[in-house]
């Protein structure tokens, strides 16, 4: 199946300063990229739909000023969390589709998630 | 407001018995309803999906009913073995191309 992966696997980071989390499709390409966040113990959340080419779609309640999401190729998204605090601390993930292939199913793959840890 | 609830308890159930979770949502038409497996520190993985005119959908030691009027989804795994311990997630979509939005999932633990 196809693969996603992200990049850093974690990180900690100071109070205040930025962090960027890569998610690539490694062979494929896709349109539409999604981030999550998931605390301890909870399901996954959805942020944001990463649209290639255009802006993207913040679910409601995500500052889009705080988490800045660019889609600048068909195999990469980026989310930058900038100013961040010990609240931003979570597990994030990303997932694609693979429109070539998953048709009828709509599977999606995720990648294996960035803990971040904010002290 | 839509809502998805999964049994937010823990399932703890044998080995080679067969463990039933449950999906029910509310303000919700899905025309589709999956189902994904995430282990601890990794990103979910995709097991089934069913669609809104399929009672049942199977999958190896998988199935999967969905019940429109009861607006639920069950999933059963038989034979269950250790390895199928993990969360099981579920997440109800409509036709076309979607975000998709999960349940709170349930976490499954099989004992040898």
């Known amino acids: 199946g196809a693969v996603v992966s992200q990049h850093p696997s974690w990180v900690i980071c100071k109070s205040g300063t930025s962090v960027k989390i890569e998610c690539r499709s490694l062979d494929f390409q896709a349109t539409t990229m999604f981030w999550y966040r998931q605390f301890p113990k909870q399901s996954l959340m959805l942020m944001a739909t990463?649209?290639?080419?255009?802006?993207?779609?913040?679910e409601q309640g995500v500052e889009k000023d705080k988490f800045l999401i660019n889609h600048a190729s068909l195999t990469l998204s980026t989310l930058t969390v900038t100013s961040a605090h010990p609240e931003d601390s979570s597990f994030y993930i990303c997932s694609a589709r693979d429109e070539r292939t998953s048709g009828y199913s709509y599977e999606q793959y995720f990648g294996p998630g960035t803990r971040l840890t904010v002290t | 407001s839509q809502k998805i609830e999964q049994n937010s308890e823990a399932l703890n159930i044998q080995e080679g018995k067969t463990a039933t979770l449950t999906c029910n949502y509310t303000n919700y038409s899905p025309a589709y309803l999956q189902w994904y497996r995430q282990d601890p520190g990794r990103g979910p993985v995709f097991l089934l999906l069913i669609r809104e005119n399929e009672k049942e959908k199977r999958k190896e030691r998988l199935k999967v009913t969905f019940d429109t009027t009861l607006k639920q989804s069950l999933f059963h795994i038989t034979a269950s073995q250790p390895a199928d311990s993990a969360t099981y997630l579920c997440a109800p979509l409509g036709t076309g191309f979607q975000k998709l939005v999960f349940g709170t999932g349930t976490r499954l633990l099989v004992s040898p």
């Open positions: 990463s649209n290639e080419g255009s802006k993207a779609t913040y």
